[in-house]
């Protein structure tokens, strides 16, 4: 019987390098009572023959093997498989602490019956300590307390891949335990978020993990943020753990959790590319196109649809962090026959191609109201598939090809449509709008008006604007035949005249004054923002155009916000829509209805008056 | 001095003119028929009743469509008419008859705040 250790395996092991197969003796172990899983561990000291090492850890699959005395002391084994981990350690910093994966018994401590060779605890000082009562730096682990417990025993992986690690359900993750693996798909990863405020600088990156019993949000900020950001991929199943737990913020997310956690020095992350099947891949929860009318806005959906048709890329900049975007609004329709306008943003939108019809799948949209219709928007933390590969996506396709492409359908986006849902919402007198002090929440509140024009002031009307396409800001006049733009921050030999008009609307209750911008502008005065501008010279045909505008009656969408300007509020009242009565008939029908109801006739409640 | 009082006139259909012998209204309707000697003309008015409209004078044009006719009613089905509108056939074509009706006829059944 000679057997032989592997001798300096364990220094090897432990400075983060690798031995196949060692041959360690166990010279004793210890039992820590286990997690919430009910499942104790067992940390065993062992020799190479020249160290010890007391931070062995067991795997509890083997931990049968102990308690029947088949790794009793002096046993000698050869280490099939193991991994290390570093553990944070509360005095002594970080530590590699080894798990033993699995063994192989070469002779039983019985038959040995001694301690081969003459092992030294490792030079750190805390491999010394026998497999004694006390650790002073390490406690037991069952103490359920949040991340300020450091234990010894950790089954996280970095440096190979275990398969066979116990791993906890996401559903059980909680900040009251953090001792635990999980085994997940990325479903979703958001780019990169960089923010610079009063306290610093900082950089995160979030990503909605699965598993067969949950979700749940993970967020990386920092060192974590760049450590793991290249590495992980969607729809890659990872071993995590050593995140911290803490309640979760639903603005963010729609991951139905009550926890999220955030990513810790200690962190995790290792592929795990055995035993995938069961981690479900991205799950959709759809709202069916007709649905989405009805629901509030900024609300968070999914949604799927077939492409029918797809507008070119836009380019404007961000006014808040004055950035230039690029976005693509397509037009999705379902078997609800109703269709819906999804915008796109950046690479996405450039890369998208719309002429072959494809089914899009975007999970974690968000509804919005402009004023007009309803419309869904990708977001960060959104996810779009095209033409995948599903039940709904197939049945879809069908319909569509089928019925779907030639019929017209009903879209709830608004603007173009004739009864458009969002621009006929909330009508009102101008004297029941100053009435009900629309505008005056946090929100601008929108309403619908059919009121005649009855001035449209000419003073003021046009300004001189940046001659870049999406720019709008004022130019200052130079006085040297340049004119400069602030937010362009260039100077330019030219401008082009844009039109900011205000106007006093009145119906029979009353009147309101109101802006309008452009587009509203130039359709009351039925001429273009330039030719007008070009009239200036001629001061009898510029007032001419503004006296034929008055007395014209349009149903107006209109918006009105309290504004803070310069210290006051104020309410401003702009038009975003003025269209021509056109038949009136949904207004008459309106009408008929609200006079019936007030009067107590047909079959509506009469109104208490 | 005199004061003209003008006694308003009440927007009617068919079925309403009983209510209002000897006074003033407006009707419109769509013209069945003109008789040949031009002063007569049938109204089909939009609660589907007809109505005989007798003009004071022979009219210039030919009558078709949607018109209407302001005048006294003489008995319940017929009123005689001293001015008339004719629409042009944009508008008759669009024209939505049954709301129009249902107007006419609410405002014939409520009490109209503005007028004591």
């Known amino acids: ?609 | 001095m005199e004061e003209h009082v003008i006694e308003p006139r009440v927007r009617v259909n068919g079925g309403a003119l009983a209510r209002h012998m000897g006074r003033p209204v407006s009707i419109m309707g769509t013209v069945l028929n003109t008789h040949p000697n031009g002063i007569s003309v049938e109204l089909k008015t939009t609660d589907n009743q007809v109505v005989t409209v007798r003009m004071q004078e022979p009219f210039q044009e030919p009558l078709s469509g949607l018109v209407e006719f302001h005048g006294t009613v003489q008995g319940k089905n017929t009123v005689s008419s001293d001015f008339y509108l004719s629409f042009p056939p944009e508008f008759t074509n669009n024209f939505d008859l049954e709301q129009y009706n249902e107007a006419v006829t609410l405002l014939n059944a409520i009490s109209n705040p503005w007028i004591s």
């Open chain 1, 1 to 609: 019987m000679s057997l032989k250790l592997t001798e300096g395996a364990i220094s090897v092991i432990l400075a983060g390098g690798n031995v196949d197969e060692p041959v360690v003796q166990i010279l004793g172990h210890k039992k820590l009572a286990g997690t919430n899983t009910g499942s104790d561990r067992f940390r065993l000291l062992i020799s190479d023959g020249r160290h010890l090492n007391g931070f062995a850890m067991l795997a509890t699959q083997l931990n049968n093997q102990v308690t029947s005395g088949e790794l009793c002391d002096f046993t000698v084994v050869q280490i099939t498989r193991y991994i290390t981990s570093m553990v944070a350690n509360s005095e002594k910093g970080e530590r590699r602490v080894m798990v033993i994966l699995d063994v192989k018994i070469l002779a039983s401590g019985n038959e040995v019956g001694f301690k081969l060779g003459n092992p030294k605890p490792m030079t750190d000082g805390a491999e010394a300590e026998a497999v004694g009562p006390q650790q002073a730096v390490h406690n037991k682990t069952v103490q359920p307390k949040p991340t300020a417990n450091r234990p010894a025993s950790n089954v996280s992986v970095l440096s190979s891949p275990g398969g066979s690690v116990n791993t906890h359900p996401i559903s059980s993750l909680s900040p009251y335990q953090n001792k635990w693996v999980i085994k997940a798909r990325v479903t979703a990863k958001s780019p990169v978020r960089t923010w610079a405020n009063a306290r610093g600088e900082g950089k995160l990156f979030s990503m909605d993990l699965i598993d067969e019993t949950g979700e749940i949000r993970a967020t990386a900020f920092k060192e974590q943020c760049d450590k793991f950001f290249d590495m992980i991929e969607v729809n890659k199943v990872y071993l995590i753990s050593r995140c911290v737990l803490k309640t979760a913020n639903k603005k963010f997310t729609n991951i139905k959790n009550d926890y999220e956690m955030t990513f810790t020095s200690d962190t995790q992350v290792i592929p795990c590319n055995e035993d995938t099947a069961g981690i479900p891949t991205l799950t959709f929860d759809f709202t069916p196109i007709s649905a989405l009318a009805g629901l509030e806005s900024n609300a968070i959906v999914d949604v799927i649809g077939v492409c029918k048709s797809s507008g070119e890329v836009q380019t404007l900049i961000s006014r808040n962090t004055n950035k230039e975007l690029k976005k693509r609004e397509v037009m999705i329709v379902d078997q609800s026959n109703t269709g819906v306008t999804l915008t796109l943003w950046g690479t996405q939108a450039e890369d998208f191609e719309g002429s072959t019809n494809p089914v899009l799948a975007a999970k974690n949209v968000r509804i919005n109201e402009y004023g007009g219709g309803k419309s869904v928007s990708l977001l960060q933390s959104s996810v779009l598939q095209i033409n995948p590969d599903t039940p709904q996506a197939h049945k879809l396709r069908g319909w569509f090809d089928s019925v779907g492409a030639t019929q017209e359908q009903e879209n709830i986006s608004g603007r173009t449509g004739v009864a458009g849902s969002g621009f006929s919402a909330n009508w009102m007198t101008l004297k029941e709008a100053q009435e009900n002090q629309l505008g005056c929440g946090d929100k601008p509140d929108y309403f619908t008006s059919v009121a005649t024009v009855l001035i449209v002031r000419s003073e003021n009307s046009l300004y001189k604007a940046c001659p870049t396409e999406d720019c709008n800001k004022k130019v200052i006049d130079q006085n040297n035949g340049m004119y400069r733009c602030e937010k362009c921050n260039r100077e330019y030999p030219n401008f082009k005249y844009r039109l900011l008009l205000s106007v006093s609307l009145g119906d029979f209750s009353g009147n309101q004054w109101a802006t309008c911008f452009q587009d509203t502008a130039e359709i009351l005065l039925g001429v273009k923002a330039q030719d007008l501008g070009d009239l200036f010279h001629d001061d009898r045909q510029f007032q001419e155009v503004f006296h034929k505008a008055a007395f014209k009656t349009y149903i107006f969408r209109l918006r009105a916000k309290m504004e803070n300007y310069q210290e006051e509020n104020r309410l401003k009242v702009t038009v975003t829509e003025a269209r021509s009565l056109g038949t009136m008939q949904e207004h008459n029908a309106r009408l008929i209805t609200e006079i019936k109801e007030m009067a107590g006739i047909g079959n509506s409640v009469p109104y208490g008056n």
